[in-house]
C-alpha cells in the first residue's frame, strides 16, 4: 500500500502563488507516473499535470499550461504542483495520484484545498 500525503494548500488572491507538495511512503516512487487532479465543487475531477515515473516529460492541461510546473524528485519520495498567475476558477480540492499504468495500479492522496479570492 503506498500513502501519499498533500500538503501546501490554502487561500490565496489572484495573480499569486503556490507550491503543492506530495510525499509518497514507498521506496520505489520512481516506479510512479504522478499526476495531479483537481476537482471544484460541483464538477467533475479533471487532470491537471503529469510527470513521467524518471521526471523526464511532462504534460498539461490546456487550462493550466504556461503557469504550472509539475516537478519530481525520487530521492526525496516527492512531488510538486507549482502553480503561478492562479485565477480563481483554479480554486478546487487537488490530488496527488501516483500510477503504475501498465499494471493498473492506481493510488490517490487525500486532497488539498486551493481557493483563489481576493
Known amino acids: 500500500q503506498v500513502r501519499l500525503v498533500e500538503s501546501g494548500g490554502g487561500l490565496v488572491q489572484p495573480g499569486g502563488s503556490l507550491r503543492l507538495s506530495c510525499a509518497a511512503s514507498v521506496i520505489t516512487f520512481n516506479w510512479f507516473q504522478v499526476s495531479w487532479y483537481r476537482q471544484a465543487a460541483g464538477k467533475e475531477r479533471e487532470l491537471v499535470a503529469t510527470?513521467?515515473?524518471?521526471?523526464?516529460?511532462?504534460t498539461y492541461a490546456d487550462s493550466v499550461q504556461g503557469r504550472f510546473t509539475i516537478s519530481r524528485d525520487n530521492a526525496k519520495n516527492t512531488a510538486w504542483l507549482q502553480m503561478n498567475s492562479l485565477k480563481p476558477e483554479d480554486t478546487a480540492v487537488y490530488y496527488c495520484?501516483?500510477?503504475?499504468?501498465?499494471?493498473?495500479?492506481?493510488?490517490w492522496g487525500q486532497g488539498t484545498q486551493v481557493t483563489v479570492s481576493s
Open positions: 510527470i513521467t515515473s524518471g521526471g523526464d516529460r511532462t
Open positions: 495520484n501516483a500510477a503504475i499504468v501498465q499494471s493498473h495500479i492506481n493510488y
